[in-house]
């Protein structure tokens, strides 16, 4: 018959429950408190439990928000267990077919403890189970799992309910200690702080991926979108004490988004802690030849069981030496048939390999000791394994042995025994000794000649310089071995290996004038001998300031550089090596002369030329009462200096001269270096009256020193003009008459026009 989709709806339709039963966990929330700790949780005699109680949902129908749950034939990784619901434990039943929201309408109380251990201040719909008990061995443990809707986009980023598993002792005065945390850390699990990477807008970084589960499709045990890895809660604790254990989980905020803590059935085990593991991957396994005393004492203790890879031992003390690698439990009888087991698993690392070495020190005075820097035997110490740490040096193997007393100057060590040893450990602290021979070399490398050079720099005299050291290199390896040379500062940094000069070829002194140099000569670490010598800074230190000379026009001049040098050169045309030259032009000249140390000095002769003055004019302002003036004027080949003087005993800079009577003035023109001349002038100006009376004074108005312009003319007019007299410079001037007739005592006006075409005009009175 052909099948048809009616044919097939119909097959599925009967099928799809009994698949849905088989592959999904059940949920029943009729078990009682007592039978939900005592039977399923921990199910064993090894701890007293009382005062049970569980809080949660209320719902109409009657379903609680906890009970059992069955994985039945489905995937889900506990076979049975407790679940704690923010909503309805039955809706937690697979497929993961809708959203669980069973908070909607109801918002039951949160619960204060939950908040406090979280630090958040606004939980609701908490269900809570919680009880006493009495443990009998040392350690508790239980495996649980956090199921949530809020695993779902990039919800985990912002979003997350919370849970806690709350431990304190009965009475006593600390407060509670949350057991649900990352391992090895103080973080509380929520959906926020385990999840993958969460891409997109909104998204964030992975936390703790590596206890998140996974994201769940439809077709999933519960009816969750995702959740973490099964993980451990555990918490030591003291056998015969009371404690309190509260399990909590409770909505954040608001309703949305159900979560579930899944506990594992008989999962709360009551143990005997033997300690940590011991492992490689953890990094603490244990070191060839030491012991590990596993101790399982329990004071209500019947019989103690240990295993080794489990194989029974012979020996039941509540201790066990472990010698060797394995896996160790024990199994503690306790009364009422308990038994509380322990296990540890323990690995030895790999014993380190440490190599022997052997330095070679110089030995400069020959008496068989020498200081050694040990640090120079580390690379050989290590080197079948760069992975250990730098040696540490002892002067003996037992105090290597027991890391007590090492040796403080590493650096600076005097070889006052052949041997030390050296102490190495691998990254768990397992170590291994090796030791260090200590040889001495002679010295027999000849000390090279000094490193000279001079200070040519901006700064000649400071006595800094740079060196090329390796131009002494061939000096010192004459009759040697190859090797390596390195320079250093100080003889002990040479003996030590320290701090050598980086680059020798470029070496500046860092003490002025002469410092010491140390070239070790060494084929690896080994040494075989210092040679030193210096390095002088010579400057040439005398003071070779330019010179100032003047040289007459016509004459020579003699230019000295100085006794007492070893060389000359001057920069004439022939080249003059001798100490004094003679020159007869103006110019810069230029000798280079060489001290004792070879070092070369400069020195300047600027030679200026010059000349006797040769006047060309003088310029006079003058008929200005007592402001006249006189400026002299030379000629354009009058070069030089010069100096000017109306008296022979004052001389002035300025070629003018002020506030000068009229008279007659001889100027002496001064040149230092090729002398003198003397240049007369005039000064005029015209009298304001006259007198006319024939008593042989004041009877003509004329200009003195006028005669000395014999080609000046004056011209006399009365007061409306006329010309009334005019003479010229060489005449004696006018007598106040007029056609022969006396003209009358009253003001007259002149002009006077000079030989260099100065017009002067003015008036003056005749008085009878």
Known sequence: MKMTKAHIFFLLAICLPFLAKAQYITVNDTYTKERLVQDVLINNTCATVSNISVLGGNFATGEQSYGYFNAGTSTFPFADGIILSTGRAVAAQGPNSSLLDDGRGMDWPGDSDLETALEINNSINATVLEFDFV????????????SSEEYHDNAPCRYSDGFAFLLKEVGGTGGYKNLAIIPGTTIPVKVTS???????NGGCD????????AFNGYEHPTNFNGQTTIMTAQSDVTPGVRYHIKLVVADEGNYRYD?????????????TDLGKDRLLATGNPLCKDETLTLNATNASAIRYEWYKNGILQPETTPTYQVIEAGDYSVNVELAGSCFSPGKIKVEYSPVPTATNAVLVQCDEDNNGLALFNLNQANAQIIAADPTLTNPVYFRTNAEAASDTNPITNVTNFENTQPIVYARVENQYGCYAIAEVTLNVSNNNIADPQDLKKCD????????KSVFNLRDREADILVNLPSGNVNYYTSYADALSGLNPIPTPETFANTTPFTQRIYAKLSSGIDCYGIAEFNVRVNFFGNSLDDVQVTICRGSTIVLNAGSGFSSYSWNTPGHETTQTIRVNAAGTYTVTVTNADGCEGTKKFIVTASSIATVETIRIRDFQGGNNTATVVLTSDSIGTYEYSLDGITFQNSPTFTDLEPGRYNVIIREANCGTITHEFYIMDYPKFFTPNNDGTNDFWRIPYLQYQPNATVAIFDRYGKLI???????????GKLNGHDLPATDYWFRITLQDNREIRGHFSLLR
């Open 259 to 271: 979560s579930a803590i899944f506990l594992g059935g008989g999962s709360f085990k009551i143990e």
């Open 135 to 146: 443990p009998l061995g040392n350690k508790i443990s239980f495996d649980y799992m956090l």
């Open 206 to 213: 992975a936390q703790n991926e590596e206890y998140f589960g």
């Open 456 to 463: 040519t720099d901006a700064n000649p005299s400071d006595g």
């Open 725 to 735: 007299y005019f003479f010229k410079g060489g005449q004696p001037g006018w007598d």
């Open 194 to 200: 385990v999840h993958p990477a969460i891409g997109g």
